[in-house]
């Protein structure tokens, strides 16, 4: 018989419930840290791959960007205008 099929008793047995319940209210420092560890990893790989190739840009990049936009917009408009 499996290990699932038997019922708990004190000898630690028990199924992946029994398993994944114990880790993960345990407190344990290396279940804490193996717990951080793959929330890392679940979220950084996401992360990582929308970042990867992009070129983050300042919020003062924008202004400077719409500013540089703004000034010709209203060049090209006074030159119309005459």
């Known amino acids: 018989m499996s290990s699932e099929a038997k019922p708990s008793s004190s000898n630690g047995g028990g199924g992946f419930r029994a398993r994944m319940e114990h880790y993960l209210y345990s ?6 840290f ?28 924008y202004l400077e960007k719409a500013d540089k936009a703004r000034s010709q917009r209203l060049s090209s408009g006074s030159k119309s205008a005459e």
């Open 27 to 32: 407190g344990d420092k290396k279940h804490v």
């Open 34 to 61: 193996g717990g951080i560890v793959i929330i890392s990893i679940a979220f950084g790989i996401p992360w990582y791959l929308m970042t990867r190739g992009t070129k983050h840009r300042s919020h003062q990049d």
